[in-house]
């Protein structure tokens, strides 16, 4: 019998970057040639001993033989993801089995040196990652590679990092000046800080929002729709438990570990109350830096994951966390890039690629997931040599879906309101089905004294392509007065389609009658972490919008609790004292309005200059949620304006619309500019400045000139319009860089606002629904 041929390593070839060129090469040409591949570093560090865990390679190593190194370290073999190969090596060579929740990504390193003469030349790009344990792991629990690993030990850090800098040659060198000092640097600050300081940071964030009670009285509702109430309260809790799940897989177990810990000293309280603002252990005011690290994260003990040593019960470790929010949430694996993604979704048929780039379904590796769930809408998924595979929300939150739905549909057999019957009925079929088409046509049509919206919807949390949408409910209360005074501003979408500023072959005819309903907030869930939003415009399903157009909600108890306690105080600052008098209510809300009608026109459905059909949102990617603000903001500034020369709104607007623009603008901008709506937000307020028709004053303050306002709206408006219609992603690329920053002026009016402590933003108190769900437990 023939010897069995043994196949050699094959790896990716990347560009200096890190991107995948699409060729993979046998390891040893790649090493040959100098091209650049992907490999893993992976420290094992005991926290109650500040000590690195180091291997010594093997004398037969190629690389660096007989030299002190890295806990373990291995190359990404084509079509392997970085995190399976990083518990792989960690096995293979040391023995110890870890779960996926043991790995924190810390950096992305690059790694070049020639070795043997130059017939080795290494060109890495290092995932590396930390697994931090409470103390050391036994000898005796290892089991060593021997063709890989001779020995372990412990060292102290920064020991190992003196070693480092002076060159010992019996340790495999790494520049601590370059990447790679981002280790130490990180072990040094994480615990370093004291618990005084810390809870003087936790309380100095706090402070940021000021807590609001949401109490709105239920008069009008119905006793069945009291009732039906309960349950579509249960069922939008539900809508935090995905939520949580879809930002980071172990996010839902730090929630749990920091409630639980709550009461046990001021600083676990105060961590709850600032994680429960953010719903993460990112902060939304602080361009998502993590005020968290694993070094806060839950305990676990894994029995079992080495060799069994007596007296030893087995390894205890941090649930891991990234220090750097994830730009892809936990819609898609940490380590896919987006040229990974577009090489994979060119092998895809076209239903496939429309599941893929669809807001319902995430994208796994094949290792992660269960053979079961390999199936899209009743169809076996291709098998892909990069191993990506979509699964839909139906069964990726499956058991959360099942528990929301029943609670709907009980909730639907309770009330009396047809409505808001039809809508949970639907709604409670989307989450089993996946298909949420109907469930949306039955929100649009909604006209009940109840108003809920519930399920998934918003993309920002998905910054890679902003595809994937976020679950989240709203509950409330119609307001039948306001309602019924904002429907002028839902009937005149189609003149004002006709009349935007920008070119007549872009413009739609089609545009659909916007049915506006105002609201009085009970409680909201799922997506709706750091900042509130005071109204949205859904749905976001394009079919919808071609067809029936968008419908819209207004919080006006969360409007009026923004403009009392965040825009009056700011206008008080930054405003210059003779266009105070301009700050009013009406026009803060009235602007609020046109923002959400303006979602709904303008350029969605496009066609593209080789004449394919395409949307804003496929082909401006993560770049579309910021410049969509953008857009509803500053058109809805030019739609107001337009309005009031039609006399359908009155003249009195024409400069408190653009004065409390500008208060507002400051307002948003202290979002962060990571975030869409304060990213749109510095957009305009740098363009209206570089117009001149924002001024800045020699004592700090602001004004309109209200002889250039006017002309500087329409020209941004024609600019982000155009950019829409014709899916130039390069344009709006450039566009962004140019004006979405912090320019001085803003800065010198946050500035302003920081030293004063104007709150940034609201935390609502949910009384009325927290007595109606602790009545019924």
Known sequence: MAEPTHQEEHLDVLTKTGEKTGVSKPRSLVHRDGDYHRAVHVWIYSESTQELLLQKRAD???????????????????????????????????????????????????????????????????????????????????????????????MFWNDYKHILEEGDDQYVPYDTTGQYSQLFVILEQRYKENKEAISLRLQNKLNRYAPILMNP????????????????????????????????????????WLKERSNASEIDRLKWMYYSINKSPWSCLDENEAFLTTADSLVKLLEGSTKPVTGWKGIEYKVAFPLVKPPGANFYPLDMDKKEFELWKGSLTKSEQEAATGFFSVIRRQDDIPSSVMVYNGTKQSVNPDCLTIVPYSQEYKTFLEQAAQFLFRAAELSDSSSLTKLLKAKGNAFLSNNYYESDIAWMELDSKLDVTIGPYETYEDTIFGYKATFEAFVGI???????????????????????????????????????????????????????????????????????????????????????????????????????????????????????CC?????????????????????????????????????????????????????????????????????????????????????????????????????????????????????????????????????????????????QPLATALEKLEKIQVPVDIAPIFSVAERLLSGRN
């Open 478 to 596: 119609r307001d039948d007065k306001a309602t019924t005074q904002v429907k002028l501003f839902g009937d005149h979408l189609q003149v004002l389609e006709q009349n935007l500023p920008m070119d007549d072959i872009y413009k739609s005819k089609d545009v659909v009658a916007a049915p506006i309903r105002v609201i009085h907030l009970i409680y909201n869930s799922g997506d709706v972490k750091g900042p509130q939003t005071v109204a949205f415009n859904l749905p976001n399903d394009e079919r919808i919008v071609n067809e029936r157009g968008t419908s819209m909600v207004l919080l006006k108890n969360v409007s009026e609790a923004k403009f009392k306690h965040i825009l009056l105080p700011i206008a008080d600052v930054c405003i210059k004292a003779d266009q105070k008098e301009f700050i009013d209510f009406e026009s803060f809300y009235t602007h609020t309005i046109c923002h959400e």
């Open 599 to 743: 979602h709904g026109i303008g350029p969605h459905t496009i066609t593209l200059p080789n004449g394919d059909k395409s949307t804003v949102r496929l082909e401006l990617q993560e770049l579309h949620s910021a410049l969509e603000e953008a857009k509803a903001d500053i058109v809805g500034l030019w739609a107001l304006k337009f309005l009031i020369n039609q006399e359908l709104l009155p003249k009195s607007l024409s400069k408190s619309i653009y004065v409390s623009f500008l208060a507002g603008c400051f307002r948003s901008t202290r979002f962060g500019l990571k975030e869409a709506h304060g990213k749109g937000q510095a957009l305009q307020f740098n363009w209206l400045y570089e117009k001149g028709a924002f001024l800045m004053h020699l004592d700090g303050t602001f004004s309109v000139d209200f002889g250039k306002v006017e002309e500087a709206v329409e020209s941004l408006s024609k600019e982000i319009l155009t950019i829409q219609a014709r899916g130039d992603k390069v344009a709006a690329m450039l566009f962004l860089e140019n004006y979405a920053k912090m320019s």
């Open 217 to 256: 009285e239920l008069i009008g509702l119905s006793e069945a729709d009291k009732e039906a109430l309960f349950h579509i309260l249960r069922a939008a809790i539900v809508m935090d438990d995905i939520f949580y799940l879809q930002v980071w897989h172990t996010n839902p177990m730090l929630r749990d």
């Open 60 to 154: 037969c190593k190629a690389s660096w033989p007989a030299k002190w190194d890295i806990s373990s370290a291995g190359h990404i073999s084509s079509g392997e993801s970085s995190l399976l190969t990083a518990r792989r090596e960690l096995f293979e060579e040391l023995g110890i089995d870890l779960p996926k929740d043991a790995f924190e990504l810390l950096f992305v390193s690059r790694h070049e040196c020639v070795l043997n003469n130059g017939s080795y030349i290494n060109n890495e790009i290092n995932d590396v990652y930390l697994v931090t344990t409470l103390s050391r792991i036994p000898m005796e629990a290892f089991t060593l590679q021997e063709s890989e690993v001779s020995s372990v030990k412990y």
